[in-house]
């Protein structure tokens, strides 16, 4: 049996020998934290104090320490590394020091959420380049990096590879990474503390700041403020931003046009629709993690081809199908997909353009098409050019600027106006109310 103290004795002369081979740096920065938890008939638990700092571990180090357990003593099993997030409080103050302060803003990573699993395609090829650009650097070659598309089309899993890959080549890098939205709550909470002075310190502490979800400050004022001074004390100290919003800078309303512009200044970087080519290649990778259930190809060609809203649905559509297969027992097939998944194919399916909008509103109150991009203020055309705006703007993804430019290049105020004057006209007038539920139906098909 192993006692205590030679338990003890080995694991101080497994660190020491790790030191040596891995250097001072990596001791310093991962090794030294390591901690003996227990030790029990053979089976040796080394604890560290998070799930990042074991995923960083094992794959590097995880099969030395346990070749090195077993050259120093007899009998030992088993080595295994465990998480204990109370070792912290046996950290040096250095650590502890920084732990409470800028790191605790920064919200938790998805271990899922890396390069590895990101795949690549014509799509986001750009954002994935730009991406690794900075994370394989310390040094601040475009600043900022914003990174813009749709909904489901994974900047929070590129956001999150970015921050992974910084942190693991230089564990020294105080990356935060946290929404806009969490931003904001933290400022507030300052605000109400009032405590703005240690806030601003803190973020103005990280080297590299990194905002999920920008678009969520637009019209709110202070936080905006708040977020473009941290953004040029950052940048004039060469430290790295990089934001995601779901929408590209210029068309971002409600933001202040001197922090428009500063967003603009680095690398604006678009991921787009995806292909069907992408969208197979997600399909196939996901499927090798999934164990115990055969996929046909032609069922993934079938859900490649007719789940192309975004990824986070193809994802669901895949999970509901296995999830669905094993409730069942049966195997995956055309049909059962078929069946599982028609009301989202069919959602799919309906994918209303701003044109389509404006041709059958034409058509409706007998105007011309053109007179949707015209310049006449006739009631006649301007009243059926409102109601195609508000379509427009329920309908599809567009934003208000996009929906303007559509509609003869007119601003996005007009079509703010327009969408709010419909839905007062809507409440009003009961034959409003009515041609609207005609033309979205007749949309709908
Ligand atoms: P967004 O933040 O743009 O709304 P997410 O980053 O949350 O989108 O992505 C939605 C889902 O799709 C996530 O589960 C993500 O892992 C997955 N995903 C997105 N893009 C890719 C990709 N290129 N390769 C693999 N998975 C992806
Ligand atoms: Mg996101």
């Not at 703005?196 to 004022?221: C, H, P, W, Y």
């Not at 995601?244 to 787009?272: F, K, M, N, Q, T």
């Not at 105007?367 to 379509?391: G, N, T």
């Amino acid at each position: 049996m192993l006692s205590e103290d030679k338990a003890k004795d080995i694991w101080q002369q497994v660190l020491k020998q790790l030191r040596t081979e891995a250097g001072e740096t990596v001791f310093e920065n991962w090794l030294q934290f390591l901690n003996l938890e227990s030790f029990e008939k053979g089976k040796i638990i080394i604890s560290v104090q998070s799930k990042f700092h074991k995923e960083w571990i094992e794959p590097r180090y995880g099969n030395r320490l346990k070749t090195l357990w077993k050259s120093y003593g007899q009998n030992i099993e088993n080595v295994s590394l465990a998480v204990n997030e109370n070792i912290t409080s046996n950290l040096p103050r250095r650590f502890l020091k920084e732990e409470n302060s800028i790191l605790s803003f920064s919200s938790p990573l998805d271990p899922n959420y890396t390069f590895e699993k990101f795949i690549v395609g014509p799509s986001n090829n750009f954002v994935a380049a730009a991406a690794e650009r900075i994370s394989e650097s310390d040094e601040v070659s475009f600043n900022p990096l914003v990174i813009y598309g749709g909904v489901g089309l994974g900047k929070t899993h590129m956001m999150h590879a970015i921050a992974w890959k910084i942190r693991s080549n230089n564990p020294k890098r105080k990356v935060v990474y946290l929404s806009a939205e969490k931003f904001m709550y933290q400022f507030v909470r300052a605000l109400r503390e009032q405590d703005t002075m240690s806030f601003k310190e803190q973020f103005r502490s990280a080297d590299v700041l990194m905002i999920d979800d920008v678009q969520f400050i637009a019209g709110k004022n202070s936080t905006q403020e708040e977020f473009f001074h941290t953004f040029n004390a950052l940048v004039d100290q060469s430290k790295q931003i990089i934001v995601s919003s779901d929408r590209s800078p210029a068309d971002l309303e409600g933001i202040e046009e001197r922090l428009r512009s500063r967003l603009g200044w680095g690398i604006v970087a678009e991921i787009h629709q995806t292909t069907y080519e992408l969208r197979l290649g997600i399909l196939q990778s996901k499927v090798d993690d999934i164990k115990n259930c055969d996929i046909p190809k032609n069922v993934l060609e079938f859900l490649a081809h007719k789940i192309t809203s975004n990824i986070r649905e193809l994802e669901g559509a895949l999970k509901r199908l296995v999830a669905h297969s094993q409730l069942v027992g049966r195997p995956v097939s055309l049909d059962t997909a078929y069946d599982v998944l028609h009301d989202l194919i069919r959602a799919n399916n309906r994918k209303v353009t701003v044109e389509e909008i404006q041709k059958k509103v034409a058509e409706h109150f007998s105007i011309r098409l053109s007179d949707m991009s015209s310049a006449r203020r006739a009631r006649a055309v301007a009243r059926p050019r409102q109601i195609a705006m508000y379509l427009s703007k329920q309908l599809t993804s567009r934003s208000l600027p996009e929906i303007g430019r559509n509609f003869g290049g007119r601003d996005h105020t007009t079509v703010m106006h327009a969408v709010s004057r419909i839905e007062s006209l809507m409440l009003e007038d009961s034959s409003v109310a009515d041609d609207l539920e005609l033309l979205k139906r007749n949309l709908d098909n």
